[in-house]
């Protein structure tokens, strides 16, 4: 299975210290060079571009086609990481891609590209039986406290399919 992530669902991952279940649902992910950029060249976050650096099962792609990138960003209003995940998710025939800025979603899903946010990983993982509801519920809390959008009806979503 071939699984691209843009920035946010890594970040968000780290934050509630499970980047580990990207290994265990999908065995690795590949980053474009942006994305590696994004979460490695903040000096706010050092520690965490440390865990990126050293995480055997993310691999950074460089092989980017520019002109493909510049015109997603111009003609969709993307970031560069977005852009270039999209990039990757289209062109290496992907079989996921993980975002979850609203925007890079849209544009994904009208490309026939299959999207998988942060929620949907949590869910994913819950079903295979990696993680609990009280973890999932620990999770987005912690994400809300740190300042991450979760809408209410993807958490109301989650909520429902964990309770059953």
């Given at each position: 299975?071939?699984?691209?992530?843009?920035?946010?669902?890594?970040?968000?991952?780290?934050?509630?210290?499970?980047?580990?279940?990207?290994?265990?649902?999908?065995?690795?992910?590949?980053?474009?060079?942006?994305?590696?950029?994004?979460?490695?060249?903040?000096?706010?976050?050092?520690?965490?571009?440390?865990?990126?650096?050293?995480?055997?099962?993310?691999?950074?792609?460089?092989?980017?086609?520019?002109?493909?990138?510049?015109?997603?960003?111009?003609?969709?209003?993307?970031?560069?990481?977005?852009?270039?995940?999209?990039?990757?998710?289209?062109?290496?025939?992907a079989d996921l891609?993980?975002?979850?800025?609203?925007?890079?979603?849209?544009?994904?899903?009208?490309?026939?590209?299959?999207?998988?946010?942060?929620?949907?990983?949590?869910?994913?993982?819950?079903?295979?039986?990696?993680?609990?509801?009280?973890?999932?519920?620990?999770?987005?809390?912690?994400?809300?406290?740190?300042?991450?959008?979760?809408?209410?009806?993807?958490?109301?979503?989650?909520?429902?399919?964990?309770?059953?």
């Amino acid at each position: 299975m071939i699984v691209i992530s843009d920035t946010t669902p890594l970040i968000s991952l780290l934050k509630i210290n499970r980047l580990d279940l990207l290994q265990q649902l999908f065995g690795s992910v590949q980053i474009p060079k942006g994305v590696f950029a994004e979460l490695t060249d903040n000096p706010k976050y050092l520690a965490e571009a440390e865990i990126i650096k050293k995480t055997p099962f993310i691999y950074v792609v460089n092989k980017i086609d520019e002109g493909y990138v510049t015109l997603l960003r111009r003609s969709a209003g993307l970031d560069l990481g977005e852009s270039e995940a999209i990039f990757l998710s289209d062109n290496g025939k992907a079989d996921l891609l993980l975002m979850d800025e609203v925007r890079g979603r849209e544009v994904a899903t009208r490309m026939g590209i299959k999207i998988m946010g942060t929620i949907g990983i949590l869910g994913i993982a819950y079903q295979d039986s990696i993680i609990t509801k009280e973890e999932i519920k620990q999770s987005i809390e912690i994400l809300r406290d740190s300042g991450r959008h979760i809408s209410e009806r993807l958490y109301e979503q989650l909520l429902n399919m964990i309770e059953k």
